[in-house]
């Protein structure tokens, strides 16, 4: 399995190593941090970093690692390691204590320990014995064998303390610490990597957010029917949701089975078994271990039902009931709905616990905005948040779209294309290099070819090194077959040698290799046990200059691709309709506003990061608001977001490049009449022109279509709105006589 790495990743995987090469050559210990959000794959970049920063070192350094992590993590760890590096045919020895071979860890080998049996003071690994069979001798033995220790503790905040981290460190006395986490505890550390998490939810990796109770607000209890509990409230609403995200799923062409979790307090004394009450409940819902619609993985006593493949996205499974040892580390990317009873140990919200319906199960983002959120259902009265990336993520309201007195606009709004770097290869080269196979008929390469050879010059001679010559004459060559390291280097050679125009960088490389690799599997059955002899068919003499000429006519087709992509503002699929929802997390309060076509209305409070769509409203558009909900003339008003699909951009340019306006106000008028307006205030009326041009443009091409839109760059002068809709903008601020007053009627005037 050949894995592609995000463009996140591939940046995270790039800079960590050179951190830690860096950290390397230090004088004295370091620690490093590795700032990941979760679901963002940390344990996946960790294992490419770590077999990169093995790869070919020239300093001679010989490098071993221990990697910490808590309760069954380091299982899990150690499991996903040995897999990505067998499905590669290379990389690190993943071993544990036992393992260990001459108690010393070996070069490039990662020994994975457990935190509970070694944080304290005569644990298993820790005491002395008579056979100095301890971790602190495997240590002395690994150094003085010439070996530096990098030291990775996994999720580090679930660990321990940082007074108990710290003390850790000294013991092991590693040269480089790695901390891994979302949410790291070493303080007073410099050096380190962060993936931002934007870049992990625009790359489709982790869902948008996180929904809280959807929709509870407007619940109706049947008064005649009052035995319903509020644990049988939330089970029915995940329920519902789950079945509507099925049918979703479906119409998206996706086998995706939506898993819904059910997250149980541990057992205490006195009280009913809170499994069984949930079991009983599910079963009215005929959801049972019996038919395979439930699992149930608990604890190592507990007996473990239907776990069998629940990872699969189309497995049965709908329910699954756990507790929280599980809530670190399981990975079931189709889980997606989340449940939470009242009698829950904790009233804190983890990061951890949202993780596990974090995760895209297909790595991107759908049509349907509902699949690209994670929902939880709970009786809890309260939530606390964990950590403050969680205030960002997660979402508690919900603002819906007024029906009654919303009639469809059907708006062309416009996006921005990908940007796609022009200096090296992304994904986007795969199909290409298959088009370019078909058109050239790689299929006719030779597979019975000659023993790629090193050939070494046989009796050379060189009469005159002043003379310049094309070539020394020599009597013949000497041909050694090639190893299968001197065969990979070959062939990483020889696709480098044919990258030009493109930088001569690993990734490229990889991904020409990863070409040809393909290319193999679906023409003539050879998999990854077959590299080598892929390797050598390429190079050989009779089919190396078709690979060549393969490899060039690829790249000519790569390059009209990202010419076309470049810079380019694309209008969307669809037309544009004001959003059906709108989800807010814990940094926006609600407003008592009538004319929002958005119900209820929430506006942004201060002390939040830019990781929300929206804008916090300023006094100008404050104002403006009111001035909205006190107008004879307008229906409704709509407040838009910006950098999404979901909200509404016109096309503008600005130094050359075609960029999306995102518009503050779409106004709806009783006689019909779209309004656009996008409020303006001092030095920002000034520097307008571009965006205000683009605007103009586009209520001019699409009234030209049958559309009735009016609008402009709005700012408030002397109490009064005024409003400029020409083509050719201009801001003089004593002189206004080309901006138009907007009156929309006010009520009491």
């Not at 990389?91 to 944080?119: H, K, P």
């Amino acid at each position: 399995m050949w894995i592609e790495f995000k463009n996140y990743q591939e940046k995270a995987i790039v800079k960590l190593k050179q951190e830690v090469n860096e950290l390397l050559g230090s004088d004295d210990n370091k620690v490093c941090i590795f700032k990941s959000p979760t679901g963002s794959g940390k344990t996946l970049m960790m294992a490419e970093f770590m077999m990169r920063l093995c790869d070919s070192r020239i300093d001679g350094k010989k490098l071993s690692f221990i990697w910490i992590a808590v309760n069954k993590l380091h299982d899990q760890s150690r499991n996903s390691l040995k897999k990505y590096y067998e499905n590669k045919g290379l990389g690190l020895r993943c071993s544990y204590y036992e393992d260990l071979e001459d108690r010393e860890i070996r070069e490039n080998e990662i020994l994975f320990l457990n935190w509970a049996s070694i944080n304290k003071k005569g644990n298993v690994y820790v005491r002395a014995n008579e056979r100095d069979n301890n971790l602190t001798h495997v240590i002395n033995k690994t150094k003085e064998e010439g070996r530096t220790i990098i030291l990775i503790i996994d999720e580090s905040h679930r660990n321990a303390d940082t007074e108990t981290s710290k003390d850790l460190i000294e013991e092991i006395g590693p040269k480089v610490t790695i901390e891994v986490s979302a949410t790291p505890q070493l303080k007073g550390v410099f050096n380190g990597v962060e993936v931002q998490l934007k870049d992990v939810k625009d790359e489709g990796m982790i869902k948008k957010e996180i929904v809280i109770n959807p929709d509870f607000e407007n619940y109706k209890f049947d008064k005649k029917v009052t035995d319903k509990t509020a644990d049988e409230i939330v089970v029915e609403a995940g329920l519902k949701k789950r079945a509507e995200l099925a049918k979703m799923y479906q119409s998206e062409k996706s086998n995706i089975n939506p898993l819904m979790l059910i997250q149980i307090p541990d057992n205490r004394q006195g009280l009913v078994d809170k499994k069984d009450s949930i079991i009983q409940l599910l079963s009215k819902y005929e959801i049972t271990t019996g038919n395979g619609k439930l699992a149930i993985y608990l604890s190592e006593k507990d007996n473990k039902i239907n776990l069998d493949n629940i990872e699969k996205n189309e497995n049965e499974v709908e329910v699954m009931i756990f507790k929280q040892a599980i809530a670190v580390g399981w990975d079931c990317p189709r889980a997606t709905i989340l449940v939470l009873f009242r009698e829950w140990k904790s009233m804190v919200f983890s990061i951890q616990t949202i993780g596990r319906i974090m995760r895209m199960p297909e790595h991107h983002h759908y049509n349907i905005p509902e699949l690209n959120v994670g929902y939880v259902y709970t009786s809890l009265s309260d939530i606390g948040i964990a950590e403050d990336i969680a205030k960002e993520y997660i979402t508690v309201f919900e603002g819906k779209r007024r029906n009654d007195i919303y009639k469809m606009l059907d708006l062309t709004s416009y996006h921005s294309k990908r940007f796609r770097e022009e200096t090296r290869l992304s994904s986007d080269f795969v199909p290409v290099f298959f088009q370019a196979a078909n058109e050239l008929n790689l299929k006719k390469v030779s597979l019975d070819h000659e023993i790629v050879d090193s050939k070494l010059i046989a009796s050379g001679v060189i009469e005159d090194i002043d003379k310049e010559v094309k070539s020394i004459d020599k009597h013949g060559t000497l041909n050694l077959p090639k190893n299968d390291v001197e065969l990979q280097n070959a062939f990483d050679s020889f696709v480098r040698d044919n990258l030009a125009p493109f930088a001569p960088e690993l990734r490229s490389i990889k991904r020409i290799n990863d070409s040809i690799y393909r290319f193999f599997d679906k023409e003539f059955k050879m998999g990854v046990d077959d590299w080598t002899r892929i390797q050598a068919i390429v190079l050989s003499t009779e089919n190396k200059q078709l690979f060549v000429d393969v490899i060039n006519r690829s790249k000519e087709l790569y390059q009209e691709i990202v010419g076309k992509g470049k810079n380019s503002l694309v209008p969307n699929d669809e037309p544009w309709n004001v959003p059906k929802f709108i989800n807010y997390n814990l940094n926006y309060t609600k407003k008592d506003f009538k004319r929002s076509i958005i119900d209820p209305y929430y506006s942004k409070t201060g002390g939040s990061n830019n990781l929300s769509l929206f804008e916090e409203d300023s006094d100008i558009e404050v104002e403006f608001i009111e001035y909205l909900e006190n107008a004879k003339q307008v229906k409704w008003w709509f407040k838009n977001g910006r950098q999404d699909g979901s909200y509404f951009a016109v096309p503008y340019v600005e130094n050359g490049v075609d960029k999306p306006f995102y518009v503050d106000f779409i106004i709806m008028l009783n006689d019909g009449r779209i309004g656009l307006f996008d409020t303006k205030g001092g030095i920002y009326a000034q520097t307008a022109k571009e965006k205000a041009e683009g605007l103009a443009k586009y209520i001019m091409e699409e009234n030209k279509k049958g559309k009735n839109i009016f609008g402009g760059i709005l700012i408030k002068d002397k109490n009064s709105w005024r409003y400029n809709d020409d083509i050719e903008y201009s801001y003089v601020p004593n002189n206004l006589r080309d901006w138009k007053f907007l009156d929309l009627g006010q009520k009491n005037a």
